[in-house]
């Protein structure tokens, strides 16, 4: 077997050295396939979510009274909440994405925290609406009870447990994602600490990063789609 | 790639300069953040007045346009390679064609052939 | 042409051999933990074979099943009455199509051959090609175990509703698909990145070979429509645990949006297994006719364009299903636009053949025998598309012969001309080539006999996925089942020489079939870092065997 010479990049001070993988020629080779990579990842994430949207759409179209009495059910200002919490979420992981670029440490833990943060308190909102909504019976398909006054509201409607199955789905699936994207996170606060990641080796942050930003994309289209039903 | 590896000894470390990531200032980064912050006040503003239909595309349009900033911004897409654009576009595109087909196939049933109707009539629902 | 470098000349019988990817470590770990293409695409060959043998178990089983009108292994007269043959050719269509076809050409293959093509030392993402191989095997793991908690019988379409009212174990066969689907995304998105980033210096993308072309094209329909299917299985394991309704009618939902999200993806899956078994049969033809490709840049193109039209075609699935009339219409005009870049590129393959300098050799027949079953399977195809004779033909064995003829005997075909073509660059030995010979004979005798009567009995109207018949079909049926067992009598003697042959085989020469393209350039079988040199790529024409004259007057 032969071993060519050892690549590395520029290596700031009190950072550790990254060694450029075997076959590739050179630092910037690497960094753009690995980012073509996260991309087409990226893709398909649009596709998996975009499947759902589709099936919304047309049955928003079909049973339209059902999707607008479904919305009426959920709290606009915690949905609002979340999504000026992502929202921020969102610009404190390009900041960390820009602060590791520049090799500065210890804003970018700074930020990579307030993102991680940011993300747990997303789920605790979410958590409270979750809560609320098992106890009023408003679950999915054939979950589907309402108690009190919320059965009365939907005894006319066609198929109320339709919106309530999309609204479970599509922000479970979501949640899933956010909790992916913590782990994620976490593990760059903890290699960051280490001094891992610099202005010559910044593409997991900035990866991780596009990541982040999907979660956010997603939500931005969520929030009005369920809690604003047009 | 460069001269310089070519003539490299075994075992020798190399220092490759060759990578330059595109940083954005973070003025920029905080005015879409305001701008994106605008964008959600408006489209719970708008979702208290009732425009009939209009009011999905009214929501969508500011969708878009937070979701374009997102991209091209904080995602750096502005700055990125055509290919990268390329990748995460076009499967805008292609999830266009998954929309358009099927919403052609339950916006159109029964529209040749009548007997076709839009949706069967639920069973009746037992509770 | 390729660089003049020279590969050090492989000394004919030394005592000790050359290092290579094999041989240059040992041990468990040494292939388990393995980062290098050739040997994940080793053990996706090994892995692929085994799932072809679970559903060529099955297959068998069907055909013994049809021996007689009333059955032969499950009857309707006994206790537990046919519904075990339901469960049997589900498993052998999902066996087949998601742990065989799919992986096939682009785990094992492409694995080993795309790489050496481009003159790159490994794949892009090597870590992320060695965790597809390990979903790949988790999904299936997680399929086998589905299979021993209750087999599942809805097909290997799972149409809703039944899907959601059967009782056995859809929840672990549609995650064991969503885990396989993803291994799918990441062999594409793998090869996508490595068409683009690692070309050999001077390898414009007019000079790679055609067979990147078509992983490449297959490597966007992995990546782009795979996810709507973990999607639909997803959801559909949420209408089992939580009957979510989206697909049932039962709580407001559409079977129909249902099939429209299974056949956005199958769709494109049809042409995830054919694109790559092109790409071989372009390799193997031009190799072995020793000529460049005809209409090199239209084959380029084709592959493109057959990608991109296959996902605006899926509703011919549906003709039957209750979409809106205008839909169909639509769908059946589109799919005849598939028709425009298929013949491209069966034309330019006689065209490569002709006049060649032809080889009968067994990649060659193999190649053979695809050109003719897959003109058979394209033509019937166009009966299928066609709106009004696809209401005839429906859900009958002209449907199940037209899919057999793609699938296996186009894909499948190609898929072993391919483990034929590159066998000697695989393992550096060289298996048996009359009996190699004659197993191609038998495979295509056998399709033939198997296939053809169905196409007939399908268009008198047998229907498909029936466990028992009526007597008048009885003679269609003997005979198909007498070609499954030639078939089956074909593929054991392939598996048999091919195994024989790693241990025992004569050992290959350098270059064994005069390759033209990167993969023959470097040593066979090649070094851990695929290349001692720094290939480079001068000429746009790089199926040039100018080379091989001079070698000789040499």
Known sequence: MSHGPIVQTPTPEGFRPHVVAHHFHDANQEFHSVKLGFWLFLATEVMLFGGVFAAYFIFHGQYPETFVKGGEQLSVPMGSLNTVILLTSSWTMAMGVRACQLSQKKQMLGFLWVTLLCAGGFLVVKYFEYTAKIEHGLLPGSFWHPHGHYAEEFANVEWPNLFFSFYWTMTGIHGVHVILGMLAISWLIWQGGKGRFHSGFSAPVDLIGLYWHIVDLIWIFLFPLLYLVP | ?127 | MTTNVPVADVAVETSNEPTNYLNCKRGFWSWAATLDHKRIGIMYLVGVTLAFLVGGIFALGIRIQLWSPEGVMFKATSEDGLAGYNQMFTLHGAFMVFMFIIPAIPGALANFALPLMLGAKDVALPRLNLASFYLWLTGTLLACYSIITGAVDTGWTFYTPYSIQTQQSVISMGLAIFILGFSSIFTGMNFIVTCHKLRARGQTWFRMPLFCWAVYSTAILQVLATPVLGITVLLLAFEHMYHIGIFDPAYGGDPVLFQHFFWFYSHPAVYIMILPGMGVISEVVSVHSRKPLFGYRLMAFSAISIGVISFIVWGHHMFTSGQSAFVMMAFSFLTFLVAIPTAIKEFSWVATIWKGSIALTAPMLYAMAFLIIFSIGGLTGIFLGALSTDIHLHDTYFVVAHFHAVMMGSTAVAFFAGVHHWWPQIWGKMYNETLAKISAVLILTGFMVTFLPQFMMGSQGMPRRYATYLPEWEGYHKVSTVGAFILGTGFALMMGYLIHSIFAGKKAKQNYWGGATLDWKTQTPPIHENFDFDPVIESDNIYDYSFLTEEKKA
């Open chain 2, 1 to 127: 790639m460069s001269d310089a590896h070519a003539h490299a000894e075994h075992g020798e470390v190399q220092i490759d300069k060759s990578l330059h990531a595109h940083v954005c200032s973070a003025g920029t980064f905080l005015k879409v953040y305001v701008a994106l912050l605008i964008l959600t006040v408006l489209t719970v503003g708008v979702a208290q007045f009732h425009f009939g239909s209009a009011n999905l595309l009214i929501a969508m349009a500011i969708a878009s346009v937070k979701a374009g900033c997102v991209m091209a911004i904080f995602m750096h897409l502005r700055w990125d390679t055509a290919i990268n654009n390329i990748a995460f576009l076009g499967s805008l595109l292609f999830l266009g064609l998954l929309f358009l087909f099927t919403m052609a196939d339950f916006a159109t049933r029964g529209s040749i052939d009548p007997t076709m109707s839009q949706h069967a009539e639920p069973p009746a629902q037992t509770d």
